[in-house]
């Protein structure tokens, strides 16, 4: 398996957060800070400087719409605010698994970080309702949920419950998963039975993978491909970017486009980092962050098709149920609705999400 890391000023591969400060800017200005103390704000030439680095561990490569949505906040504010700030970037899995950096972000060893709604479901109930299969009839649906103020009132609420995060614009995760394995082609959920798939931990994801008839067994996302070649599990329910992106083709011959679960990012940061910002930069960075974020899912919007296209060239059975084929999927996955797995949801969320459509 090939990972294909961020390039772009990764500064260390290290988990250190004190090497990676004292490689930043802060301590070639000499203002030596500790990792909640506050920095100096240098103005020069119509720009002003906030010296303290921002470490933000990124997704697999400079063109996956994560790192746009991170990378370019740093060019926006430059660009149209005159602030200067230092995004220091690390690859992908050198700071650590996705449910750790969801733990670490909240402790300020690392300042930002995203995961699907399925992987904070591990810190917070409150995005579960974004995982129920069938949901989002399409992708403009689902535009209209993240820019829409039930998402911002979900990110309010989050941020009151945990108390150590600021969270920014949504960031969107190559639209709807596909049920791919190693065995046999899906046609219906009958085709399932027995299949082992690697799940998150959420309640629904797992939920899901039996409403189906498969075996669900929760794993760590960098631990999916040997996962796969050791048949630990046969699958993943996954969007066709991560497969793709991730080799997964080397490992998987089937994928079925059940269309149950529109994928996205929870994005984000160390509180004390972003109010250690003068409040004039903390407006103008959530005014860059959206405009970031914008940019890279509008990118992440056009490129389901095309790596689904990806797949098939490199040899996955890309299969697209019939109409009755299709219905059998959503009437066993809508099941669940009912079920424990979906005891702790917020059913007036899951109004304003469906009042959306």
Excluded at 82 to 97: A, L, R
Excluded at 155 to 175: F, R, Y
Excluded at 282 to 292: G, R, T
Excluded at 328 to 345: H, Y
């Amino acid at each position: 398996m090939t990972l294909v890391p961020s390039r772009k000023k990764s500064k260390s591969s290290v988990v250190s957060r004190r090497e990676v400060l004292k490689k930043s800017s802060l301590v070639a200005a000499g203002a030596a800070i500790g990792i909640t103390g506050f920095p100096a704000i240098v103005r020069s030439a119509g720009s002003k400087k906030f010296l303290r680095p921002i470490i933000a561990p990124l997704g697999a490569g400079e063109d996956e719409p994560q790192y746009i949505a991170v990378t370019s906040i740093e060019k926006i504010l430059k660009e149209r605010f005159d602030w200067e700030i230092d995004m220091v970037t690390h690859p992908y899995g050198t700071m650590g698994s996705t449910r750790g950096q969801l733990l670490t972000v909240q402790t300020g060893f690392i300042d930002i970080a995203a995961g699907s709604t399925g992987n904070w479901s591990t810190v917070t109930k409150l995005w579960q309702y974004m995982d129920l299969p069938y949901l989002f009839d399409d992708w403009e649906h689902a535009w209209r949920m993240i820019h829409s103020d039930a998402w911002w009132e979900t990110a309010k609420k989050m941020e009151d419950e945990l108390g150590t995060i600021k969270v920014l614009p949504a960031n969107t995760s190559g639209g709807f998963r596909m049920l791919s394995n190693n065995t046999r082609q899906l046609k219906t959920p009958d085709d399932v039975k027995g299949l082992k798939f690697r799940t998150t931990a959420s309640p629904l994801d797992v939920g899901l993978i039996r409403s189906w008839g498969g075996n669900p067994s929760p794993i760590d996302w960098m631990e999916t491909y040997p996962s796969i070649q050791q048949n630990v599990v046969n699958g993943i329910h996954v969007q066709p970017y991560w497969t793709h992106r991730f080799n997964f083709f080397e490992v998987l011959k089937h994928a079925t486009e059940v269309r149950a679960v529109w994928a996205v990012n929870v994005m984000v940061m160390n509180r004390q980092t972003y109010e250690a910002m003068p409040e004039a930069l903390q407006d103008a960075f959530m005014l860059a962050a959206k405009e970031a974020a914008d940019i890279a899912n509008k990118k992440d919007w056009g490129w389901e098709d095309l790596y689904k296209d990806k797949l098939r060239k490199d040899g996955v059975d890309v299969y697209k149920p019939s109409e009755a084929e299709y219905k059998e999927w959503r009437k066993r996955g809508e099941s669940i609705w009912e079920s424990d797995a979906a005891k702790n949801i917020d059913k007036s969320m899951v109004e304003k999400v469906m009042a959306l459509r």
